[in-house]
């Protein structure tokens, strides 16, 4: 294959790749958004970061007050009782948020960095942890997703965008703190 048929081929499959990553949460860059206000301070230039919304769960409580008493009379003759009249009560239903809404940011891999090569180690480490068993095809496909999430979900991050910190954990990308060490 000749190497601008493969740059070709690079290009249009990261560009297939980048709606299945974003239409998950969001996406955000210091290089395209260096101003959005959710990036950290000190974020490096480059990198990415995703958003999750985490929703608020609301608790719903009805209470019932007795207004009247039901009213039952009974057969002299027989002993038999009969309701004459049903109880009445106010009925009031209240919610109330137990746990707010969220918003999650954490630091991710930039959707330009899913190179085929890339995607079929991840599909290996999510093999070898039990959490993928499709083939290694090298792209980001539903299956791929599921299994990010499911793994995501155990370190308490419900999302399918790939975390920087799950994809050092995989030992795909080198942990910051050992680049300083490499540097000394």
């Given at each position: 294959m000749a190497p601008s048929s493969r740059k070709l081929i690079l290009l249009l499959s990261a560009l297939c790749m980048i709606p299945s990553l974003v239409s998950a949460g969001k996406v955000v860059s210091t290089l395209t958004d260096p101003?959005?206000?959710?990036?950290?301070?000190?974020?490096?230039?480059?990198?990415?970061?995703?958003?999750?919304?985490?929703?608020?769960?609301?608790?719903?409580?009805?209470?019932?007050?007795?207004?009247?008493?039901?009213?039952?009379?009974?057969d002299i003759k027989t002993g038999a009782t009969t309701v004459i009249r049903e109880a009445t009560f106010d009925v009031k239903v209240v919610q109330r948020i137990v746990t707010p809404r969220q918003e999650i940011w954490f630091e991710t891999i930039c959707p330009h960095l899913y190179t085929e090569r890339f995607v079929k180690s991840l599909q290996r480490a999510l093999r070898a942890r039990g959490f993928y068993s499709g083939v290694l095809t090298g792209w980001v496909d539903p299956q791929t997703n599921l299994a990010v999430k499911l793994y995501q979900r155990k370190l308490s991050l419900n999302s399918e965008i790939l975390a920087i910190s799950t994809v050092e954990e995989f030992g795909l990308i080198q942990h910051p703190d050992f680049k300083e060490l490499d540097k000394k």
């Open positions: 101003d959005n206000p959710h990036l950290p301070k000190d974020a490096v230039p480059g990198s990415c970061y995703a958003q999750e919304i985490k929703p608020a769960v609301i608790e719903t409580i009805t209470a019932r007050t007795p207004i009247l008493p039901e009213r039952r009379a009974v």
